[in-house]
């Protein structure tokens, strides 16, 4: 049998199991523009383990308090005309009534409930929380795969008996309660795909073993939004043929067997024999970084921006031992322009490399001068490896790993005294 595990409203838990107060009340945790990356101040910046494949893995250190953080909100998401900035990115239970969702602008969710407790996220606790937790998860199940920062898959087969599943993941619920003072619902079913979904359906606190033969039963009348992997293409062409429901789905394969090799493992995963293993490692595919900011029009300090990103990006990088060749930069303007490029070049990777290419794509792709900037995004992907070699360029190839051994000296220093301890001329 394959297991799902899901954290209950992970980040609010998270900080209910700090903060003990917060238990019971109305708890919303809010991100808005990230300020501290591009402070001139110092930042304590850390680099997490793997954690799920949707996960940053460099994060900032929060330095709130129990006497500080309720009002730190303010400094985060209030600005100096007194309007209120940031979304909602975790809920409690207890707002469900009054409406506040994910999603949900800040200011909105404070009309909507004036009781509302306000804290700043903290993905580096998040993150550190969630990495403990595998650990744990990593000595009581042989075989674990991190699906995101608060969903994990375990495979049970041969270890514990189809009949005895029950007890066991309802002890391991109150472990992790007890050891972390985090609610999780957990669900089996030897599809973890249907697992998955029927996790979503038991929170908060939930346990259920679904059995092949009572699938077809369960399943029957859940939306078929509601299922993980079916996107807004696949959702439209279900939508235009009236199918509304998991059971309606199963009756058309034909449908998804018209999206190839993708729609034959959706179909066989929402009947519940996609077969598919608990993957504990996956090879890495792409790294990224991303910042919002309130819009700017200076393109001076844009350019800062790109360069610290780029910074922090290539340092990450570094630490993971990867050598990417595609790079794709993505800026986001006032109004809902957006304009993008990808570029693929066959070169020893170095900072020096990243900061540049990075610099030159932004003012290439920069053709609303008289536009605002609210977002910039940087990321790599195709790393050279055995499975993925490449003919690196001749032409740059002594320079290059010049570079690159001057960007592991420039590792190690920052190793030692933090991502800052080294800035460019243009970061000041």
Sequence with gaps: MKIHLDLDCFFVSAERARY?????????????????????????????GESGAFNSILQFSNDYNKDTFLSNWQNEFLDSDGSIHGI??????????????????????INMCKDVIIIPSDHLYYQSLS???????????????QY?????FGDLDGWINDEDVYDFIKELQAEILEKFDLPISIASSESKWIAKLVTDTIKPYGIKVLNREDVDEYIADIDINDFPGIGRVISKKLSLASIKTLSQAKQYPNIFYAYGKTGVQLYKRICGIDNEKVIPSQTRKGIGISRNFAALSNRDELLRRVAIL??????????????????????????????????????????????????EIFISLDTHKNY?????????????????????????????????????????????????????????
């Design 20 to 48: 003990k107060f917060l238990k019971n009340k109305c708890v919303v945790v809010a991100k808005g523009s990230d300020r501290k990356i591009f402070s001139t101040s110092k930042k304590d910046g850390l680099l997490i």
């Design 88 to 109: 909602v990115i975790a809920k409690s239970y207890e707002c469900k009534p009054y409406g506040i969702k994910t999603g949900t602008y800040l200011g909105d969710a």
């Design 131 to 145: 990495h403990k937790l595998k650990e744990f998860l990593d000595k009581r199940i042989p075989l674990i795969e």
């Design 148 to 152: 995101s920062i608060d969903e994990f």
């Design 310 to 359: 780029a910074r922090y990006l290539s340092y990450t990088i570094l630490k993971l031992n990867l050598n990417p060749t595609t790079f794709h930069f993505k800026i986001k303007y006032e109004y809902s322009l957006k304009a993008s490029k990808s570029v693929t070049i066959d070169r020893v990777f170095s900072e020096v490399f990243l900061i540049q290419l990075c610099k």
């Design 372 to 428: 605002k900037i609210h977002k910039i995004s940087i990321h790599a992907s195709s790393f050279l490896s055995n499975n993925n070699q490449k003919t690196l360029s001749l032409l740059t190839l002594s320079s290059d790993n010049t570079q690159a051994k001057l960007s592991q000296s420039l590792l190690e220093i920052r190793d030692k005294y933090g991502i800052d301890a080294i800035k460019y001329a243009i970061e000041c």
